[in-house]
Each structure stands twice: as C-alpha cells, then as structure tokens.
C-alpha cells in the first residue's frame, strides 16, 4: 500500500500506521471537540488531539467483565511513539489475562504502603527500644513512686526517697558539724546505671560492698529493691530489658547482707522504777507523756505521736489507733494514760503537740521561707522530716536515749518499749489474742482471725489490770478513781 501524501487530509475513522510526521501535523477539525488518532500496530493504542491543541495518548480496552477499561499514557512528544506502543502492549497483555491493571496496582500500592508502615513502626520501635535502654534505675524509680505513693504510707514512701537519695545535702542531724553533708542512700549506686544493666551480678557486687559498712540499712534497701523489680516485671516496656528471674532475688546478696540480728531491748519488770523515775523528770511533760503512752499501751511509736484529740472518746473512755496493718484499731483508754492526756496543752488538734508552729501568719510563714531559700534548703513547712512544722512533736528519740542512759538502760529504744508491753504481760498471763489486739498485731490463729471479736470492755478488763500492774512494779502512785485533770487550751 503506498504510502500517504505529507499533506493529505488525515481520516480519523481509521487506523494509521503511527508515524512522527503524522502526529506532528495532526489536528482536530474546527467542528469538533476532539478526535482520535488510532495506531494500526497496537489495538486499543490512539492518540487523543483536542481543539486547542493538546495530544495525549490513550489506551483503552474492554474488560471480559464487559466494563470499559481507559488509560492515560502521557502526553506526546514527551512519551515517543515506541513508549506508548509499549505500555499498551503491557496493558493489553494484562487485559487478555482477564485482570484489570487499576485492581493490581491498588494492590501494589496497598504493599508499598504497608511496608512503608513497617519500616516506620521498625524505625519507632527501634527509636522506643534506644529510649528503654537509656533509661536509668534512678528514672525508673522515681517513676515507681509516683504510682505507687497513694497505695503507701507516709514512712513507706519516705524510706525509698531517702534509700535512693545521692546526699551531699547539709546534715540536719543535731550536734553535726556545720560542715557536715548527709551520706548517699545506700540505693544511690545503682541510681545511675542503666535499667537494663542492673543484673543478678551487679546487685551482689552492691550488696558485697553495703553489707560491710551499714548491713541493717542495706537490707532494708534490697527488700525495696526486690519489690521494685518485681513491680518492674508487671510493666511490658520494662520487662522486655529485664532478665526473666528478678535479679535482687540472688542468694549472694542475701548472705552478703547478713541476717538482722533479733531484737532484745525491753524493759525488765526490776528495770520499771529506773525508767519511769527519768522519764517523768523529762523537762517537757508532753514528751514525758508520749513516751509512757508508748508503754503502757504497746502501740507504735508513729502511732502514738499521731494522734489527735478527735481520736479520744472519753465517754466510752476508748483511742482510736491509725493501724498501718488495718487501718484503725480501738483499744481503751485507761485511767492512767487518760490522766497523762488530760494534762497534757490542746494547743491545735495533736494530742503531743508541738509550740513550735503556734506562729503560722503569713508573715511568718514568708520570713520562714526566706530564710530557707537563702541557706539553699526546703522550708521548715514542706521538711517531710520535720513533724514540729505541723504543731506535733517528731518522735523522741533523743530525749529517750538520755533518760534511758540516766537510768543505766542504755539500748532501749522506742520499738522496744512495745516489745516491753508485750513481754511483761507474761506476768499476768493476759491471753495472746487480747494483747495482739491491742497492740494491733494481725490474728496468728484460725479462731482469731475469723471468730473472735472482742468488745472494748473486754479489753478494758485486761488493760486496766496490766497497766496498773505496771504502776505498782514501777512504783508510781497513782490513784484511778480520782477525775482526771480538765484538758486545758493554750492560746
């Protein structure tokens, strides 16, 4: 067949065998929107002129489910004849084979996709696994006891702070130097390192090292340690950089902390006169008056210093007691205690209250915290430790060591005055159950952990007896039916 003259009218109801000459003089009649320049070489394959000029090419085809299937291949020149040809012939290829070209490429881009989503959550995780690796012990720990401090009490919490804490703060112990700076925990080794780091071989090297210079406080630690690995295993994130087994759980850290030692210190019935003779000549009555309570009631000594005078029934002459065990107990209020209670200034609601914080107007209160902002500490008011900023007395340890030492008791601390309750109830064969009630011990016994319940009269049968045995042991006089002092205001 000859071929068509350069500047023949081209016919557009056929095919034509593509060529560059043709396409270039290609154009769409005046009377019509567009026409189709079709390719007698690929079948489905044209190229679409419209009025103003432009030319795209086209593929299009009908699908075996019948639907019309059309393809825009780009623009010519820019895609040559030989590209168009083609791609038609790949598309044609997928048409013969029954699919349709648009459902594979969703399908490739719903891969592509995909795995653009996996290599992002590979790059999160990977950016969330460097995260859990840098994280440190002491970071861990703090976040610890930011969860768990509503479901603790107040020295619970105080003992984590205080075993973890890296020291270097000015001591406010008394008598210290002015110099002095308080010691690192015996946790703050271990603070630094990474979580991840913290293993069975290092906890030992730890324990090796604090069980030589302070075993007691070191225990204490470890026992917070161990907990704290274990709440550690509960959180995924955590577990995953954890060995399976709680590495504080070793027993080369137990022996290397040693056993505690049992506690023997307690008051001897031959020892009572000393004792009560130099704590009653204690200069301030209300600490006189806290530590014989400690005594004669077995509680406590957190306890005891606690209490508020709302806690006094002396209608039903009964104490109510906040238990760390169960929350709050009644035991009776005796005649002597009472006494000892009624003497004592209702400066504010604490029954062992403290003149210390009487002054708290603003003004005061600035000047307070002034003063503290310059030495570089917390004020008074926020001191965790300091109980006196609260109106009640922080517990007397040192006014007990110098009573104790005056009456040739030295050893005896304030846990042992309750032991002492607890032993020298022997001497009057009071039945266990009655003293671990009062003293707030939980039941050792079926029977009185489910069937026993004694009513405050009961145990005001046995209380009075004990305490004034112990009265009369101690050489106190004292006489129980007389009216206690009336309760005094301090203004």
Same mark, same amino acid.
């Given at each position: 067949?000859?071929r068509?003259?350069k500047t023949?009218e081209i016919?557009?109801s &056929? +095919?034509?065998?593509?060529?560059?000459?043709?396409?270039?003089?290609?154009?769409c009649p005046?009377?019509?929107?567009f026409?189709?320049?079709?390719d007698t070489d690929?079948?489905?394959?044209?190229?679409r002129?419209?009025?103003a000029?432009g030319?795209?090419?086209q593929?299009e085809t009908r699908?075996?489910?019948?639907?019309l299937?059309t393809r825009a291949l780009?623009?010519w020149?820019?895609i040559s004849?030989e590209? #168009?040809?083609?791609?038609?012939h790949?598309?044609?290829?997928?048409?013969?084979?029954?699919?349709?070209?648009?459902?594979?490429?969703?399908?490739?881009?719903?891969a592509?996709?995909?795995?653009?989503?996996r290599?992002?959550?590979?790059?999160?995780a990977s950016?969330?696994?460097?995260?859990?690796? +840098?994280l440190?012990v002491?970071?861990v720990w703090?976040a610890?006891?930011e969860?768990?401090?509503?479901h603790?009490?107040e020295? $619970?919490?105080?003992? !984590?702070i205080i075993k973890?804490?890296?020291?270097?703060? %000015?001591s406010?112990r008394?008598?210290a130097?002015?110099? #002095?700076k308080t010691r690192?925990?015996?946790?703050?080794p271990l603070m630094?390192l990474k979580?991840?780091?913290l293993?069975?071989?290092?906890?030992e090297?730890?324990?090796?090292t604090?069980?030589?210079t302070?075993?007691?406080?070191a225990r204490l630690? =470890? &026992?917070l340690?161990?907990?704290?690995?274990?709440w550690c @295993?509960? !959180?995924?994130?955590y577990?995953?950089?954890l060995?399976?087994?709680?590495?504080a759980k070793s027993r080369?850290?137990?022996?290397?902390?040693g056993k505690?030692?049992v506690?023997s210190d307690?008051?001897?019935?031959e020892q009572l %006169?000393? =004792?009560?003779?130099?704590v009653?000549?204690?200069q301030?009555p209300v600490i006189a008056?806290?530590?014989q309570?400690m005594l004669?009631t077995?509680?406590?000594?957190?306890?005891v210093?606690?209490?508020r005078w709302d806690?006094?029934?002396?209608? =039903?002459?009964?104490?109510?007691?906040r238990?760390k065990v169960?929350?709050?107990?009644?035991i009776?209020l005796?005649?002597y205690?009472? @006494?000892?209670?009624?003497?004592?200034p209702r400066?504010?609601? =604490?029954?062992f209250?403290?003149a210390y914080?009487?002054?708290?107007?603003a003004?005061?209160?600035?000047r307070r915290?002034t003063?503290?902002?310059?030495?570089g500490t917390d004020?008074?008011?926020g001191d965790?430790?300091?109980?006196s900023a609260?109106?009640?007395?922080t517990?007397?340890n040192?006014p007990?060591t110098r009573?104790?030492?005056a009456a040739?008791?030295?050893?005896?601390t304030l846990?042992g005055?309750?032991?002492?309750?607890?032993?020298l109830?022997?001497?009057?064969e009071?039945?266990?159950?009655?003293v671990?009630?009062?003293?707030?011990?939980?039941?050792?016994a079926?029977?009185?952990? !489910?069937?026993?319940?004694r009513?405050?009269?009961?145990?005001r049968? $046995?209380h009075?007896r004990?305490e004034?045995w112990?009265?009369e042991?101690?050489?106190?006089?004292?006489?129980a039916k #007389?009216?206690?002092?009336?309760?005094?205001?301090v203004?």
């Amino acid at each position: 067949m000859a071929r068509p003259s350069k500047t023949a009218e081209i016919d557009y109801s &056929r +095919a034509h065998d593509l060529t560059y000459g043709l396409l270039a003089r290609a154009t769409c009649p005046p009377e019509r929107p567009f026409v189709l320049l079709k390719d007698t070489d690929k079948k489905g394959l044209r190229l679409r002129i419209t009025q103003a000029g432009g030319k795209h090419w086209q593929f299009e085809t009908r699908l075996k489910s019948g639907k019309l299937f059309t393809r825009a291949l780009g623009e010519w020149p820019t895609i040559s004849i030989e590209e #168009a040809r083609r791609k038609a012939h790949d598309l044609r290829g997928l048409t013969e084979q029954g699919l349709d070209p648009r459902d594979l490429e969703r399908q490739q881009a719903e891969a592509e996709q995909a795995e653009r989503d996996r290599l992002a959550a590979e790059a999160e995780a990977s950016k969330a696994r460097e995260a859990l690796d +840098a994280l440190t012990v002491g970071q861990v720990w703090a976040a610890y006891i930011e969860e768990r401090r509503p479901h603790w009490g107040e020295l $619970h919490c105080r003992d !984590h702070i205080i075993k973890a804490a890296p020291g270097g703060l %000015p001591s406010k112990r008394r008598g210290a130097d002015k110099d #002095a700076k308080t010691r690192p925990g015996p946790l703050a080794p271990l603070m630094p390192l990474k979580l991840r780091d913290l293993d069975t071989a290092t906890i030992e090297r730890w324990a090796a090292t604090e069980g030589k210079t302070r075993p007691s406080s070191a225990r204490l630690a =470890w &026992r917070l340690l161990t907990v704290f690995l274990g709440w550690c @295993a509960e !959180h995924p994130q955590y577990r995953a950089i954890l060995p399976a087994q709680n590495p504080a759980k070793s027993r080369k850290a137990r022996e290397a902390l040693g056993k505690p030692g049992v506690k023997s210190d307690v008051l001897t019935r031959e020892q009572l %006169p000393a =004792w009560f003779a130099q704590v009653r000549q204690i200069q301030n009555p209300v600490i006189a008056a806290a530590l014989q309570v400690m005594l004669l009631t077995g509680a406590r000594p957190g306890e005891v210093m606690s209490l508020r005078w709302d806690d006094l029934n002396t209608q =039903w002459k009964g104490i109510t007691i906040r238990d760390k065990v169960e929350g709050s107990r009644e035991i009776p209020l005796t005649p002597y205690v009472a @006494a000892l209670l009624a003497a004592l200034p209702r400066r504010n609601q =604490w029954v062992f209250s403290s003149a210390y914080a009487l002054d708290m107007s603003a003004a005061n209160i600035k000047r307070r915290a002034t003063k503290a902002a310059k030495k570089g500490t917390d004020t008074p008011l926020g001191d965790v430790k300091n109980r006196s900023a609260e109106g009640r007395l922080t517990i007397p340890n040192a006014p007990h060591t110098r009573a104790c030492k005056a009456a040739g008791l030295e050893g005896l601390t304030l846990h042992g005055l309750r032991r002492s309750f607890a032993s020298l109830t022997e001497w009057l064969e009071i039945p266990a159950g009655v003293v671990a009630q009062i003293q707030g011990h939980k039941p050792s016994a079926t029977a009185e952990k !489910h069937y026993k319940r004694r009513p405050l009269d009961l145990l005001r049968l $046995h209380h009075e007896r004990i305490e004034a045995w112990v009265l009369e042991q101690a050489g106190v006089k004292f006489d129980a039916k #007389a009216e206690p002092a009336r309760l005094s205001v301090v203004m």
